[in-house]
């Protein structure tokens, strides 16, 4: 008989037999990753025409809020995407008023990544409009019309995203879900609120995109790039005052509209104390860096701890930049009074109502109170009045997003990215209540459009179509940056 030799079965040779077919096997899932991931570069010039094209058809859609009437543009979107094989949900708290979620799914590698635009838009007079508000007219490398800037821009460029990502397969380590909500210019009950509230687990996400920062040009050119971080929870506050009626021909010591007008002007010179944070304070030190010595060295006292040295840049900003002054501290502006309805007749009460912006990081509480002493008057009442008001929220400067959003900045406007505690409210403080990370983006303006009558809320609002489409370019890269797989 022939002997037959055992082969080598010990554990060396057992590895050394599998080598060659672990290589052959990391090799497959390198070239299948490489398929996936390594895709043409996007086709821009088409790109740039499709999303004109959707633009203006968004835009020619009357969605003025109120009464609010999204539908045909939800249902636009809706159709658009499924076109392309993208899943899309409605949800809706009336009818007319529906909210668009659109997903892509991820390796689930990381949590989602959620983009975020409204359709809704703010009323208009087309009376005071050169070209038509819901024309969607070209002219002059211009777009003209109602919510080119506001918000129709960040929708069409959510939109154009979600394409591409689908057309070219990109391998995504995170879902990334495209929101189009309704009623943010004044009714978030059926828009973010309601999806907040009832339907968080379709939007959830670690990181949003939404409305809310800007790119600031003059002179045609890129001055700063702004990234919305932040921002003040609107309240109200109504002061009664409450005395004996009379006639006005004998004045009274308790002249409900005599003492209202001191509480009133007690509560506009009042100057609450200065507040800092991790978004403020790097905004003013990034702003010293590219303002002229003078203007450099108040941003820097500003933040000082020492109200000597931070005092006197405090009133300059007060005077002279108020924008800036509203962003360190609780503010209070007089909007409304309201009292008598004869000339000769001595009201027995009036009112004046104090729109309130509470900074984030203050107790509103507390500002409540400090206002009672403030008016120190006890014949005065001063409660919180009713508003559409906003959770409170933050977003952290030291994230992946953010440095995304800043490499981006760098590569597409060459401009430093100031992190933003916006003085008004937007939609993303219901969803950074509930823990998400959320960054305000937005295209680039001419800060000469704004006193012209060109920017968002005008008679002739209107955006470049340029700039339009190098947001778009922007948000892709700082998607693809957060979401695609690595």
């Known amino acids: 008989m022939q002997k037959v030799m055992k082969k080598d079965v010990t554990p060396t ?44 058809a968004l835009l020619r859609f009357d969605t003025a809020d109120p009464p609010g009437k999204e539908q045909p543009a939800a249902d636009y979107l809706k159709q658009v995407l499924e076109q392309e094989g993208i899943p899309v949900q409605i949800y809706a708290l009336e009818p007319h008023r529906p909210n668009v979620v659109a997903r892509l799914k991820g390796s689930g590698k990381k949590k989602p990544l959620l983009i975020m635009g409204h359709t809704d838009v703010v009323n ?25 800037v506001d918000d129709k821009d960040n929708v069409v460029a959510g939109l154009m995203l979600m394409l591409e990502l689908k057309r070219q397969k990109v391998a995504l380590d995170r879902d990334v879900i495209f929101l189009a909500e309704a009623g943010e210019e004044g009714s978030t009950r059926v828009g973010i609120q309601f999806m907040a509230d009832n339907h968080f687990a379709d939007i959830e996400a670690e990181y949003c995109l939404a409305e809310g920062g800007n790119v600031t040009r003059e002179g045609g050119k890129v001055k700063v790039a702004s990234v919305q971080t932040l921002e003040k929870i609107p ?51 990034r702003m010293a860096t590219i303002s002229s010595p003078e203007q450099a060295q108040r941003y820097k006292d500003v933040l000082s701890p020492d109200p000597k040295v931070s005092g006197p840049a405090d009133d300059y900003l007060l005077e002279h930049e108020p924008r800036h002054a509203s962003m360190l501290r609780t503010s209070l502006s007089p909007t409304i009074i309201q009292g008598g309805y004869r000339v000769n007749v001595i009201p027995s009460e009036a009112k004046a109502t104090i729109d309130v912006r509470v900074h984030p990081d203050e107790d509103p509480a507390k500002v409540l109170d400090a206002v009672k002493q403030v008016v120190n008057d006890p014949g005065i009442e001063v409660a919180w009045a009713q508003r559409d008001t906003r959770p409170h929220g933050n977003s952290r400067l030291n994230t992946e997003a953010f440095a995304a959003i800043e490499a981006a900045v760098t590569k597409h406007y060459q401009s430093m990215t100031l992190p933003t505690m916006s003085t008004g409210a937007t939609d993303m403080a219901y969803l950074r209540a509930k823990g998400v990370q959320c960054y305000g983006i937005g295209p680039a303006t001419d800060v000469e459009d704004g006193p012209k009558g060109f920017g968002a809320h005008s008679d002739q609002e209107r955006i470049l179509e340029s700039e339009l489409f190098r947001f778009v370019r922007f948000q892709w890269d700082v998607v693809t940056a957060i979401a695609g797989a690595k």
């Open 13 to 56: 040779r057992i590895a050394a037999m599998r080598i060659p077919v672990l290589v052959v096997a990391l090799a497959t899932v390198a070239a299948t990753a490489a398929a996936q991931t390594s895709s043409a570069p996007p086709d821009w010039a088409r790109i740039e025409q499709e999303t004109m094209r959707h633009f203006q």
């Open 124 to 148: 208009v007079d087309p009376k005071k409009w050169t070209f038509p508000p819901f024309g969607a007219t070209r002219d002059g490398g211009y777009v003209y019309g109602r919510g080119t």
């Open 235 to 285: 309240r109200a506050i109504e002061l009664t005052a409450r005395g004996v009626a009379g006639h006005g021909s004998v004045p009274l010591k308790t002249n409900a509209v005599a003492r209202l007008s001191t509480a009133v002007g007690k509560v506009a010179a009042w100057k609450p104390p200065l507040t800092i944070n991790e978004t403020t304070g790097t905004y003013f030190r």
